[in-house]
């Protein structure tokens, strides 16, 4: 398990603390048309190659997750009860941000509390989801699952960071169910 480099940023949010690890991207340069399409060079950064692969390669969580648990044990040592996840968007076999909280609080020796959270309705993906509409519908559709958080210290994990929409949301609903504290982390940022 390799730890790889970042550069972590504070997120302002509706929790105790929280941070983005990285970047996604780190440049891109248009490089000419395949047929009507526009190309690109992207060049990520190394934890957002990671966390690309991940998503729409079958790439591994490892190094993702060692550098995540690095952090958390450098910031917050001791201070976690749980990790939570983000109910998805879209349906996938493996959901990349359910391996990556599955891999960290394996290795934090937390429990991974899944249904504390849900999402009755599926929505699009929020990246396709105009900005003002975002908050009315992610409050209509993320709601209070099974699973207790309350008096907990919890880690929201997520992957991607855009403009904070679901993981304020997320946080919110977490606070309603009584979580002692949230945490977030998410690993990389597009914005």
């Not at 690109?40 to 060692?66: A, C, M, N, Q």
Request: hydrophobic share 45%; glycine share 6%; with cysteine.
């Amino acid at each position: 398990m390799a730890i790889v480099e970042v550069h972590p940023e504070s997120i302002d949010g509706p929790w105790t603390e929280g941070f983005v690890l990285d970047a996604h991207v780190v440049s891109t340069r248009p490089i000419g048309y395949i047929g009507e399409h526009l190309r690109f060079d992207i060049v990520r950064s190394p934890l957002g190659e990671l966390v690309y692969r991940l998503k729409y390669d079958h790439g591994s969580p490892i190094d993702i997750v060692g550098t995540a648990v690095a952090f958390i044990e450098d910031r917050w040592h001791g201070a976690l009860d749980c990790v939570v996840f983000p109910p998805p968007s879209l349906y996938r076999t493996k959901q990349p941000v359910a391996v990556i909280a599955e891999g960290v609080a394996s290795a934090l020796h937390v429990p991974l509390v899944t249904d504390a959270l849900v999402k009755p309705v599926a929505t699009p993906q929020m990246k396709t989801v105009p900005i003002p509409e975002r908050v009315p519908l992610l409050s209509a559709t993320i709601h209070r699952g099974n699973d207790s958080v309350k008096d907990k210290r919890v880690l929201l994990i997520d992957d991607m960071w855009e403009t904070g929409s679901t993981l304020r949301r997320v946080a919110e609903v977490l606070g309603y169910l009584g979580a002692a504290e949230v945490r977030a982390l998410v690993m990389t940022r597009t914005t």
